[in-house]
């Protein structure tokens, strides 16, 4: 038996380890139950050395002020929630995706680190889904236009601070957001450079604001240049629907010879229905879609992504929420701008200029 092992059989069986509560370190200090109390949430008029002591007879016997014993003194749970309000009573466990799995990350840490805990919340548009969460503040990712969800929290009088730019009328405290036409525009120039003469966009039909930067900016774009869009749409949160619409895409008549996608799964989509009608990638097809997944960079050929920096923007919008729900004025803009990361890989590298593209042929084997 190894020493961990011989250590655990020890422990006894079926009692639970009791934890130090504020009389035992008021005991083992010294001093009064209030001293304690004092000492510890940095009030009252005692000399450093008291308070000193008590702490490090806290730290000593594992003391943690309980949460119901902060929510009585303070008013507040410690908890703030998180979630995506963008697409309703639709099914979308949005964790899965690599975006909201590292902001989530991000933001949990974050929290922890001021003393609050994250809550992951259903996506729903419902509140009374949350009705049982006493949540001192929540982070909304992407609301949609006129966000029922947004406005019900801010009557309640909860904080909300978004993951996504609002409209105008949304009520939140702050904001923290990416500069999406700009990373849209600097990926067109990049596959217009790699020889790309019909740029298509595979997007969705949601009124979040990523997306419908994301698709205005493209669509300008094409009015500039001179070209007929090329757009097929699908609802973001279904799969499913994206390998139908990258299909139908990559179908059409005026077939792009570039494609970019917004979506964590567009580019396995797009490669897998590039196989299906015979395109070669990068050859045929350029591809870039927007993505934190390190899967891209194993495809065959590595597809190029965009990252949106999830981790920052994590950390950005947890340390508004906490300043507005403590009132503190920490000098941070309400409004931050993420930077973007293209990452480059063979899927979009350049090649010679193209002056036709072929119509499009049936799936292989028809």
């Known amino acids: 038996m190894t020493a961990a092992g011989k ?27 209030t001293t304690v109390s004092d000492a510890l949430n940095g009030k009252g008029r005692l000399p450093d050395a008291t308070r000193r002591h008590v702490r490090e007879v806290a730290d000593r016997l594992g003391y943690r002020p309980s949460a119901a014993a902060r929510t009585l003194r303070t008013g507040r749970s410690g908890l703030i929630g998180l979630t995506v309000t963008t697409y309703g009573e639709e099914p979308f466990t949005f964790t ?6 590292e902001m989530a990350r991000a933001a949990t840490s974050a929290a922890l680190a001021r003393g609050y805990a994250l809550v992951i ?23 949609s236009d006129h966000d029922p969800m947004v406005t019900e929290l801010v009557r309640q009088g909860i904080p909300v601070v978004s993951d996504g730019r609002p409209t105008g009328s949304l009520p939140v405290q702050a904001w923290v957001d990416n500069d999406h036409e700009a990373a849209v525009l600097g990926i067109l120039e990049h596959l ?14 949601s009124t979040d604001t990523y997306t419908r930067l994301s698709t205005t900016a493209y669509l300008q774009w094409c009015e500039r240049i001179g070209q ?30 570039a494609v970019y996608g917004l979506f964590d799964p567009n580019g396995t989509d797009l490669l897998a229905a590039a ?13 870039v879609c927007c993505s934190e997944s390190m899967v891209y960079a194993t495809t065959e050929p590595p ?7 999830p981790g920052r923007i994590g950390t950005a919008v947890v340390q508004l929420l906490i300043d507005a729900i403590e009132g503190v004025d920490a000098g941070r803009p309400v409004q931050q701008v993420m930077p973007t990361d293209l990452i480059v890989r063979t899927s979009s590298q350049r090649r010679s200029p193209r002056t036709t593209v072929s119509p499009p042929r049936g799936p292989a084997g028809e």
């Open 303 to 309: 597809i190029t992504t965009l990252s949106l920096k």
């Open 121 to 143: 919340l259903p996506a729903s548009s419902r509140h009374d889904v949350w009705s049982n969460v006493a949540l001192d503040g929540t982070v909304v990712i992407d609301p």
């Open 228 to 257: 007929e869009p090329v757009v097929e749409a699908y609802p973001a949160h279904d799969p499913c629907a994206g390998a139908v619409a990258a299909d139908r895409l990559l179908a059409r008549p005026d077939r792009p010879d």
């Open 192 to 205: 217009a450079e790699a020889g790309a003469r019909r740029i298509g966009l595979l997007t969705g039909t």
């Open 7 to 33: 250590h655990q059989a020890s422990r006894p069986v079926g009692r639970r380890l009791e934890r130090a509560g504020i009389r035992d370190v008021a005991a083992a200090a010294g001093v009064s139950i």
């Open 275 to 287: 196989r299906r009608y015979g395109l070669r990638v990068p050859e045929d097809l350029l591809l």
């Open 96 to 101: 899965e995706f690599a975006y909201f799995a």
